[in-house]
């Protein structure tokens, strides 16, 4: 019997991969001044696609006869980072440019900011670490973290920004 499985759409037809102008702009002028510019970088940021590395890591093992031992199974697993205060981020790249820079055998997968949000407090991490080898290295965490992944929008209101829900909470 012949099964035929689909994978979904992650939607992002014709993504190269690259981070748009819009992103390199936004984290370029935060850069240049992180203390008034980082919610207006989360907020082009939150409808950014991210990539998320993923890494095989070994299940079982099993040894042969001589004792060596060989994978008997692999899983892919997303890659947190622990910082020197012992919490735990998620990585996540704006473009495959910067994510080469950190690793240039990483293996890519497309997720939008809220599902790498979503992600990183799955895997217990405190935050999303964006672009850890640069150009430009941009933290969401704590609150943001939780709004993101609980699916509120930040939205400029006047010259302050505010969370704002776009959907019911109890469709996701």
């Known amino acids: 019997m012949h099964v035929v499985r689909t994978i979904p759409d992650p939607g992002f037809a014709g993504d190269d991969g690259a981070a748009t102008p819009e992103v390199t702009a936004a984290l370029a002028a935060y850069d240049l001044d992180p203390d008034h510019r980082h919610a207006a970088t989360l907020a082009v940021l939150q409808h950014a696609r991210l990539l998320v590395p993923v890494t095989a890591v070994v299940g079982d093992v099993e040894y042969d006869e001589r004792g060596l031992a060989h994978d008997k199974s692999s ?90 829900r776009t959907e019911h909470p109890d469709r996701g």
Not at 95 to 113: I, K
Not at 118 to 124: K, L, P, T, V, Y
């Open 75 to 164: 899983d892919m697993a997303t890659v947190l980072m622990q910082g020197q205060d012992g919490r735990m981020a998620l990585l996540a790249f704006t473009g495959t440019d910067a994510l080469r820079r950190w690793d240039p055998a990483g293996r890519p997968v497309p997720v939008s900011m809220r599902d790498a949000a979503r992600a990183a407090r799955h895997d217990g991490a405190d935050a999303l670490l964006l672009d850890v080898a640069g150009p430009v290295l941009f933290v969401v965490e704590g609150d943001e973290l939780a709004a993101l992944a609980d699916g509120l929008a930040l939205a400029e209101l006047g010259e302050r920004f505010g969370w704002l």
